[in-house]
């Protein structure tokens, strides 16, 4: 497929692509990669994705954060500035992967909406976008993250990119309410499944200018790949779902959501 395309959320640094994570990533270009940004879950995979973002400039960038489910290892101040210091650093475009997971609850959901809050005020103060996971918890996540969105300074860049809703599954209004913030919403590969009939007719009402592409790999493969490791070089199957869903060409939506995404991310 001669496409150029965007993986907004791939964990590259997770030791699934350990045998052969050169090889993915040239497997990725060849067909169409333009880069890919990797998320931190902690504070050591935030180093790690800083360290692949130096061994590939210009396509692979970090972004730097605590997952809900790390949220209790980022509930004291040492560990706040410690990924202040992270996400300084040249190379990220994002703070995350942030926000609530109220299905596995691996940690208190009253800790995760305070690191969730505290991770979005150095999100605010570095003017960095946002990268949030929200699972089984739309109330609180749009509730928080309207409130910071009103919090932000009128001259910040952040009122027009915020972020992007990883792997977004939440209702149509929901996707109005946010998107009515400037909100991304990344589709990846259960778009694909053949019992996604309602996420794929949510994802039909989104704005083209609001979509953007992720793997979230090496988990949530496309069909036909379903149960394997999942890699960047799956983005053209998710695209392919896409332009069914918008009666679009594949290559003008992969320019599409690649444009967002150098927009969102700040990514010339």
């Known amino acids: 497929m001669n496409m150029i395309y965007a993986d907004t959320h791939c964990h590259l640094d997770f030791d699934a692509f350990d045998e052969d994570r050169d090889a993915v990533l040239e497997r990725a270009r060849t067909s169409g990669l333009a880069f890919l940004i990797n998320p931190g879950v902690d504070l050591a995979s935030s180093q790690s994705a800083l360290h692949l973002a130096s061994l590939w400039p210009g396509r692979v960038y970090a972004a730097c954060g605590f997952h809900p489910h790390y949220s ?101 209004a929901m996707a109005a309410a946010l998107g009515a913030e400037g909100f991304c919403f990344g589709i990846g590969g259960p778009i694909t499944y053949a019992n996604a009939d309602l996420r794929r007719e949510i994802c039909s009402g989104l704005p083209l200018s609001q979509l953007l592409t992720e793997t979230d790999a090496p988990y949530l493969t496309p069909h036909p790949y379903r149960g394997k490791r999942n890699e960047p070089g799956n983005i053209p199957l998710i695209i392919e779902t896409l332009a069914n869903l918008h009666q679009k060409d594949a290559a003008e939506i992969g320019a599409i959501t690649t444009a967002n995404a150098r927009r969102v991310f700040g990514i010339v």
């Open 72 to 172: 209790a290892a980022c509930s004291n101040k040492d560990a706040l500035l410690a990924l202040r210091q992270l996400a300084s650093q040249p190379g990220v475009r994002a703070l995350g992967e942030i926000g609530l997971d109220y299905y596995r609850n691996l940690a208190p959901q009253v800790v995760q909406r305070e690191v969730f809050i505290a991770q979005l005020a150095l999100a605010k103060e570095l003017e960095l976008p946002i990268i949030v996971h929200n699972r089984d918890a739309d109330a609180d996540t749009q509730a928080i993250l309207l409130d910071w969105i009103q919090s932000l300074p009128f001259g910040s860049r952040l009122r027009q990119n915020p972020g992007v809703l990883h792997a977004f599954s939440g209702s149509s």
